[in-house]
């Protein structure tokens, strides 16, 4: 028996885009690679011919692409989140380096990156580190250029 995938959280603003996504490979993309894949053969021996290796490669990514949405979309969690007053999934957290800096970062899979914030996977080490942390709490991970402590300044609940 195959354990069902672990659930994906989703933020509602998230969860649209990568359905706009599917929805546009499953018909324009399957239809524009049909295409593609079309014109490479008129060019003659596909044994030999680049242009059709490259678009059935193309074509091939994305199906793959195709399926990972398939299975994200069926296996999400799609909520907003709730003020906690502790980071969890779907928080903003604004924290504080050792020399005063401050950084703000959403704490959620990679599915829910959004254009001008900073990322941090719960399954990364600076997320594992946050989860759980509340206002004023110093988090300490490790990472490939050494140990990073922050202080936890600020926690709020993300909102597209």
């Keep these: 028996m195959i354990d069902s995938p672990e659930p994906t959280w989703l933020s509602p603003s998230a969860a649209l885009k990568l359905q706009e996504e599917y929805d546009r490979l499953t018909t324009v993309g399957r239809i ?16 030999e011919n680049a242009d059709y ?33 502790r980071v969890a999934v779907g928080c903003l957290v604004t924290v504080r380096g050792e020399g005063g800096d401050e950084m ?11 254009s001008g ?13 946050l989860m759980g942390a ?15 402590t922050y202080e936890i300044a600020a926690i709020r609940p993300y909102e597209a």
């Design 32 to 47: 524009e690679a049909t295409e593609r894949i079309a014109e490479a053969r008129s060019h003659g021996d596909i044994r």
């Design 53 to 85: 290796d490259a678009a059935k490669n193309e074509q091939g990514f994305m199906e793959a692409r195709i399926r990972k949405l398939r299975q994200i979309l069926d296996t999400a969690e799609i909520r907003e989140v709730t003020d906690t007053s």
């Design 134 to 148: 509340a206002v004023g709490d110093r988090v300490d991970y490790e990472a490939p250029g050494g140990t990073f």
């Design 104 to 114: 703000e970062f959403l704490v959620a899979p990679q599915e829910n990156k959004v």
């Design 117 to 129: 914030l900073l990322l941090a996977s719960p399954s990364s080490p600076l997320g594992a580190a």
